[in-house]
């Protein structure tokens, strides 16, 4: 079976300070995808990257990185020198060969930057 | 142009009432799924429709119908409106599932 844990249920920082997300999922599938989805406080869902199970390169976008490891099946998010703005609910996601078009999230870590 | 639209934005209606939330895409997709986010948060799949065939029903409650009369449109018909339906219920489509969704901005039902 397919799981995504995401054990941060919430975490608060001070403006400018770096954080990371943490995503660990579970899957016996050898072709999968990873996701991370933003939901801030007016409550759409944001995408921000896609990950493919054969492409172990860490990826950057501005403030935004994305840290993937298979060894320890793990996907972890940092946001460099964060600002109010980035504060909102963050969810990783996965979906598999076998999961029949499903996306599966984790519960989601709710981050908080204070001023 | 909304990617994924869904109406109403807001529903507040009684229990036992029965309600309809409609969802339209304009990106050309074959899947369309409705999702349910719960006061936790917590995300969970109920439908997926791939040109207008059911592919995925959850463990969802009789009283929840989906309904796709195209690839373009994909409808949650709720009867007997409990309070536990109260919830976020999320429309979103995709071309393939490896691509990742488009989600639409979400219908908050309250039932009181």
């Known amino acids: 079976a397919q799981k995504v844990t995401q054990a941060q249920t919430e975490i608060s920082v001070v403006e400018k300070e770096d954080v990371t997300l943490d995503c660990v999922y579970e899957?016996?599938?050898?072709?999968?995808?990873l996701f991370w989805y933003k939901q801030p406080p007016s409550g759409e869902l944001v995408f921000l990257i896609r990950?493919?199970?054969?492409?172990?390169q860490n990826e950057i976008s501005g403030r935004y990185s994305w840290n993937f490891q298979k060894s320890t099946s793990s996907f972890n998010f940092t946001i460099t020198a964060s600002q109010v703005v980035d504060s909102a609910v963050y969810f990783c996601?996965?979906?598999?060969?076998?999961?029949?078009?499903?996306?599966?999230f984790g519960s989601g870590t709710r981050l908080l930057v204070r001023p | 142009d909304t990617a994924v639209s869904q109406t109403p934005k807001y529903l507040v209606t009684q229990m036992g009432n029965d309600k309809s939330i409609k969802c339209e895409q304009n990106?050309?997709?074959?899947?369309m799924y409705w999702y349910k986010q719960d006061s936790k948060k917590f995300l969970k799949i109920m439908f997926s429709?791939?040109?207008?065939?059911?592919?995925i029903n959850e463990t969802v409650p009789n009283r929840f119908s989906p309904k796709s009369p195209d690839k373009a449109h994909l409808n949650l018909h709720i009867n007997s409106l409990e309070l536990g339906d109260s919830a976020v219920y999320f429309c979103?489509?995709?071309?393939?599932?490896?691509?990742?969704?488009?989600f639409g901005s979400g219908t908050r039902l309250t039932v009181v």
């Open positions: 429709y791939n040109n207008k065939e059911l592919i």
């Open positions: 990106l050309g997709h074959d899947t």
């Open positions: 990950r493919n199970s054969f492409d172990e």
């Open positions: 979103a489509s995709s071309q393939d599932r490896f691509y990742g969704y488009t």
């Open positions: 996601a996965l979906t598999t060969m076998d999961s029949s078009y499903k996306l599966i």
């Open positions: 899957t016996r599938d050898t072709t999968y995808y």
